[in-house]
DNA sequence: CCATTTACTTTTAACCACGAGGTATACGGT
DNA sequence: ACCGTATACCTCGTGGTTAAAAGTAAATGG
């Protein structure tokens, strides 16, 4: 049933590939199994999901693409370009206001 | 232009919410101006969310109402049921797993 | 007596994460 | 030669959730 709006996921596929992008370049796949890696496995975002914000961060100026062969097989990396990183600054900067306000909300009520 | 699943705040309506009122009772408009207090004026939650946020979690039985006059107003305040502290529980649980993998994520990517 | 604050309510809209399904190629084992 | 598994990419449908705005009405205060 979709499960579609799981608490405190928005937002956070996006982070999370330009974080990552911001590094070296990657293809999908590989960021599929690097995004369960590097979160411990406690998030796992599947190809229906980094695929299609892939798509949209490029459309949007974020990220360029470029096609590549490796061996036989082709493969297509993904890089942050100079928007990308603004956006990245900007969203962590969302992500810490918001992480801190929770916090913060946290202390008070426990209090 | 609404501007409608702004980043990260998905489930955090419902976890201010219910934190706050496991402390006391409170009612809607109370609760719109202490969410902006306890935040530091970091997050301000209006009341097409807050009320909405109350009905639904007490349909979901999440939550208790109960009117109560004050002075010549009355009030509608409410609170959580048993029901509702699991589901605070299981919210913590989920925040907290997502907010400690996102660090985890940028501290590997800072490295 | 009028403007502001308090209090509650409803409507409308759009975004976005997700699962599931689909294609195709390479590789390893037997 | 054959078959299962891993790699790699792609797309569709869904619906839950936040949010702004506007509306009602009573009480308060100057």
């Known amino acids: 049933m979709a499960r579609t709006n799981p608490p405190f996921m928005t937002g956070v596929p996006e982070l999370l ?7 070296e370049e990657m293809y ?4 599929v199994r690097r995004i369960q890696l590097v979160t411990g496995e406690a998030i796992k975002l599947g190809e229906g999901v980094i695929y299609p914000s892939l798509y949209s961060l490029e459309k949007a100026g974020a990220l360029k693409a470029r096609r590549k062969k ?5 493969r ?3 890089s942050l370009t100079r928007q990308g990183k603004k956006r990245l600054s900007a969203l962590e900067a969302d992500w810490q206001r918001i992480r801190d306000a929770i916090n913060l909300a946290g202390d008070t009520s426990a209090a």
């Open 17 to 23: 590939l330009l974080r990552l992008l911001a590094n």
């Open 28 to 31: 999908g796949y590989e960021l």
């Open 70 to 74: 490796v061996g036989a097989r082709e």
């Open 76 to 78: 297509i990396y993904y």
